[in-house]
């Protein structure tokens, strides 16, 4: 699963994919890894992974990650080709989920392409490059579609009634992710279309360092344009963030979070952010060779959950031994939550919970 960090050009994207790419803004315990310039896998900060190290003593650590994409800056026009719009539009198509940096501070010294600061201006530049392309893509599914759904055939008028609507909300500068659908609808026609609008977006406002900890005026105009989205919205100051991962120590960078008001460095809270706007969550197995963090999507059966570890695992599956991560973090051992009566044996239909510690049965 990827997350693509989208914006106009000098908002911050790259400096805040810099930032996410420097194990220090985490922990040392998590350690990041660059595939393509422009493409990183960064480990999932989670205070539960290390509770577990604790206890577990074990002789490896392997925790959960998410795919971040850094993903060229777009100039009006793109959906015509303008700038690296071709491009820009094929890499955000592979991603699962937007986060789209918006410029909150000013700096005389930082060029804006507009000429200035405005970032609800600069959110509807982005959209609506978005919106005219996804507007492309249901024209020519509708020119196909029409000619199925004149000659009577019911599935092409169902498939043709949905193309109308998403094509009525487009041309109103509405994106796909705000439209209700009947699920079997969403499913047939809305989902295999990869709606660039209809992905999960996060909007991470990028703020001067004084404006860490409690927003500011532009903040204040992002959470009133947004408020009819499903979308999330998270604070960051990049540059702060950037200046906090030059600092060597981890003493060092705690009393500078101390300083501006923050518990923890704003990166970690959006790469965990970014896992959650996945739809992704994390169980655990515990073991003295390997504590480790394993992600499946929101609402996965225990079979689902084995086949993460592998194949074999859910083709071959009996039941899953599932202990709350509350109870094995209270009572220190998985002997002591079986003691306890803690321990809960599970079957096919188990919804996994995120946190559960887990240990599969199977038989191939």
């Given at each position: 699963m990827k997350a693509g960090i989208v914006g106009l050009p000098n908002v911050g994207k790259s400096t805040l994919f810099?930032?996410?790419?420097?194990?220090?803004?985490?922990?040392?315990?998590?350690?990041?890894?660059?595939?393509?310039?422009?493409?990183?896998?960064?480990?999932?900060?989670?205070?539960?992974?290390?509770?577990?190290?604790?206890?577990?003593?074990?002789?490896?650590?392997?925790?959960?990650?998410?795919?971040?994409?850094?993903?060229?800056?777009?100039v009006k026009g793109a959906s015509k080709g303008e700038g690296l719009g071709n491009q820009?539009?094929?890499?955000?198509?592979?991603?699962?989920?937007?986060?789209?940096?918006?410029?909150?501070?000013?700096?005389?010294?930082?060029?804006?392409?507009?000429?200035?600061?405005?970032p609800i201006r600069d959110?509807?530049?982005i959209d609506m490059e978005l919106q005219?392309?996804?507007?492309?893509?249901?024209?020519?599914k509708l020119e196909k579609v029409k000619r199925a759904a004149k000659t009577g055939n019911k599935e092409a008028q169902k498939e043709e009634a949905v193309l109308l609507k998403i094509k009525s909300a487009l041309e109103a500068g509405i994106s796909v992710r705000t439209l209700e659908f009947d699920k079997e609808d969403y499913e047939e026609?809305?989902?295999?279309?990869?709606?660039?609008?209809?992905?999960?977006?996060?909007?991470?406002?990028?703020v001067d360092e004084g404006s860490a900890a409690t927003g500011n005026a532009y903040v204040d105009q992002v959470k009133?344009?947004?408020?009819?989205?499903?979308a999330e919205i998270l604070v960051l100051a990049v540059g702060t963030e950037a200046d906090i991962n030059e600092l060597d120590s981890y003493e060092e960078r705690q009393m500078f979070l101390q300083d501006i008001g923050l518990e923890e460095p704003g990166s970690s809270k959006l790469i965990r952010s970014a896992y959650k706007l996945l739809k992704q969550q994390?169980?655990?197995?515990?073991?003295?060779?390997?504590?480790?963090?394993?992600?499946i999507d929101v609402g996965a059966t225990a079979p689902q959950a084995a086949g993460v570890i592998h194949t074999d695992f859910e083709k071959g599956f009996i039941r899953a031994e599932v202990i709350a991560y509350e109870d094995f973090s209270a009572?220190?051992?998985?002997?002591?939550?079986?003691?306890?009566?803690?321990?809960?044996?599970?079957?096919?239909?188990?919804?996994?919970?995120?946190?559960?510690?887990?240990?599969?049965?199977?038989?191939?």
């Open positions: 810099n930032c996410l790419s420097n194990a220090k803004a985490q922990s040392a315990n998590f350690p990041f890894c660059t595939i393509e310039p422009n493409i990183g896998i960064v480990n999932v900060p989670d205070p539960r992974l290390e509770r577990l190290e604790a206890l577990v003593k074990p002789v490896r650590v392997q925790p959960a990650t998410v795919e971040i994409v850094d993903i060229a800056g777009l820009f539009l094929a890499n955000i198509r592979e991603t699962d989920a937007i986060l789209h940096v918006l410029r909150c501070f000013d700096n005389d010294n930082i060029i804006h392409v507009d000429g200035n600061v405005n959110k509807e530049t005219l392309k996804d507007l492309e893509t249901v024209d020519k026609f809305v989902d295999p279309a990869q709606f660039i609008t209809d992905k999960p977006v996060m909007y991470v406002c990028n009133e344009a947004v408020k009819d989205e499903d994390t169980y655990f197995t515990a073991g003295v060779k390997e504590v480790r963090a394993w992600t009572l220190g051992s998985e002997a002591k939550v079986k003691e306890a009566g803690k321990m809960r044996v599970e079957g096919k239909n188990y919804v996994v919970k995120d946190g559960d510690v887990m240990h599969f049965l199977f038989n191939v």
